[in-house]
């Protein structure tokens, strides 16, 4: 589910395997919010497994928009090892 609650501000909640037919992390919750601070700066923070502290993890990033060139930044923090996944996208649109 997306709701856009104004032109600069998404949230977004998914359900991941309600019935837990996968046996590991069936019934996860996900959420995420972005936020446009400017015409071309997003900051992003949302999480997975929340339901599930083995799994969990905490995300955040930013995306950058100028003259046809976007880029996104970001990072997902695992709380029970401690590692951290980033990642970078760069687009360009024409």
Do not use: C
Request: without cysteine; charged residues 20%; hydrophobic residues 40%.
């Amino acid at each position: 589910m997306q709701l856009k609650i104004n032109d600069r501000i998404t949230f977004a909640l998914d359900a991941y395997d309600v019935l837990n037919k996968s046996g590991t992390v069936g019934g996860d919750l996900r959420i995420g919010f972005e936020g446009w601070i400017t015409e071309n700066l997003a900051l992003r923070i949302g999480g997975y497994h929340f339901n599930n502290p083995d799994y969990r993890a905490i995300t955040g990033g930013f995306g950058i928009r100028f003259k046809g060139w976007e880029i996104d930044y970001g990072v997902m923090y695992f709380d029970a090892s401690g590692n951290a996944v980033h990642m970078l996208g760069i687009t360009y649109k024409f």
